[in-house]
C-alpha cells in the first residue's frame, strides 16, 4: 500500500522568510496529493492540492511542486506569517473508489514562524 | 451549516470501558471516514465508509467497530478500551463520487484517554 514520508517534523522560521516541507511516496499509482494545515485543537483543514498531470500548483503565498518521476511533493510558504504557524501534513491517494478515496497522511510539520 | 460535529469533546475511560463516539455530518457527504490522530505519528484511518450503508476497514482497524446509521451519522465504538488507544480522533467527510479528488472535511476531535 501507498506511504508516505514528511520532512522535517518541526521548522522554524523568521516572519518573512520562505518555509518548505517535502513528502515521498511510495505508490507510483497515486495521483492526488493534498496538503493539511492544523491549528491547536482543530480539524485538519485543506489548504491546497495537486493531480498528477499537474507539475505545480499556486495560490498566493503557498505553492505546491509534484516530481512523479521521483515521487516526491513540496510545500511552499513565502513571506511567513504568524497565523502560519501551525502543524502542516501532506497526504496520497492512491486507489479512486467510485465513492470516495482513501488519503494516506505524512507523519506531519510543526511549523513556528518567529515574529 | 455545522460541518462535521463530533461529541464528545473530551472523554477519560477506564481500560476495559467502552464507549462510542458520535459524528454528523450536514453537507450530504457521501463517504465519512475516522481517522486517529498520535504524536509523531500523522493521522491513521481506522475505517471508512464510501457510502450509506458499506463500511471497510483502514489502515488501524484492531479494537474498533463501527455504524454508518445512515447518510448523516458515523459512529465508532470501542468495545473494550485499552491505554493504546489513548489518541485523539476525528471523523472526516467527503463528497466521494467518481470525481474523487474532493476535499476531506475535518470535525473538531475527540480527545480520548484511557487509564
Known amino acids: 500500500g501507498e506511504n508516505v514520508e514528511q520532512h522535517p517534523s518541526t521548522l522554524s522560521v523568521q516572519e518573512g522568510d520562505s518555509a518548505v516541507i517535502k513528502c515521498t511516496y511510495s505508490?507510483?499509482?497515486?495521483?492526488?496529493f493534498p496538503w493539511y494545515k492544523q491549528e491547536l485543537g482543530k480539524g485538519p483543514q485543506l489548504i491546497i492540492d495537486i493531480r498528477s498531470n499537474v507539475g505545480e500548483k499556486k495560490d498566493q503565498r503557498i505553492a505546491v511542486t509534484l516530481n512523479k518521476t521521483a515521487k516526491h511533493f513540496s510545500l511552499h510558504i513565502t513571506e511567513t506569517q504568524p497565523e502560519d504557524s501551525a502543524v502542516y501534513f501532506c497526504a496520497a491517494i492512491g486507489m479512486i473508489y467510485n465513492q470516495g478515496g482513501k488519503l494516506i497522511f505524512g507523519q506531519g510539520t510543526e511549523l513556528s514562524v518567529k515574529p | 451549516n455545522a460541518g462535521v460535529t463530533q461529541t464528545p469533546k473530551f472523554q477519560v475511560l477506564k481500560t476495559g470501558q467502552s464507549m462510542t463516539l458520535q459524528c454528523a455530518q450536514d453537507?450530504?457527504?457521501?463517504?465519512m471516514y475516522w481517522y486517529r490522530q498520535d504524536p509523531g505519528m500523522g493521522l491513521r484511518l481506522i475505517y471508512y465508509s464510501a457510502s450509506e450503508g458499506t463500511t471497510d476497514k483502514g489502515e488501524v482497524p484492531n479494537g474498533y467497530n463501527v455504524s454508518r446509521l445512515n447518510k448523516r451519522e458515523f459512529s465508532l465504538r470501542l468495545e473494550s478500551a485499552a491505554p493504546s488507544q489513548t489518541s485523539v480522533y476525528f471523523c472526516?467527510?467527503?463528497?466521494?463520487?467518481?470525481?474523487?479528488?474532493?476535499?476531506?472535511?475535518f470535525g473538531p476531535g475527540t480527545r480520548l484517554t484511557v487509564l
Open positions: 453537507m450530504n457527504h457521501n463517504s
Open positions: 472526516a467527510s467527503t463528497r466521494g463520487g467518481l470525481a474523487a479528488y474532493n476535499e476531506q472535511f
Open positions: 505508490d507510483s499509482a497515486s495521483n492526488y
